[in-house]
């Protein structure tokens, strides 16, 4: 049996970040292997449960109260593809952020993992309450993709 070994390069980007997870998700049978076709349903809003669509939209309203931009269209767009894994780099002043996803074919499995450096007051002000619900929200996000991904096949 192979013992699975998870480099990814995200935390390649940012080697001590201030704040990392991984999530991981089964592959299921018939759905693609390809980690951009994830990446493109993971952060799709028509995909996305409405909830974190509600979420995203006031994270949007509330941010510049911050004095945060609001995230552009295209943020969550692919920068670079190594091997199984597509990676996102969003730089802001507030924070670097880094999102691979990745899929172990052999393994049947998907892997979502996120790093964050924090820049100043604001990137920490910002995240602490991102950092409670991170998780969850990439855990809907993943099953989201799941089903569709599964539906389409």
Known sequence: MRT???WSSALED?????YA?????VLPPG???DPIA????????GVVPRWIGVAMAARQALVPLL?????????FRVERTEGEEALIAVDDRHLDFRCAVAVDAEARLVRVTTVVRLKGWRGRVYFAPVRLVHPVVVHAMLRAAQRRLVQAA
Do not use: L
């Not at 940012?14 to 201030?18: G, R, W």
């Not at 004095?67 to 943020?75: E, L």
């Open 67 to 75: 004095g945060i931009p609001r995230a552009p269209r295209g943020a």
């Open 14 to 18: 940012i080697p001590a970040p201030d």
């Open 21 to 25: 997870d991984m999530i991981f998700g």
């Open 31 to 33: 759905a693609p292997e």
């Open 38 to 45: 994830w990446v493109k349903c993971v952060f799709s809003p």
């Open 4 to 6: 699975p070994v998870y």
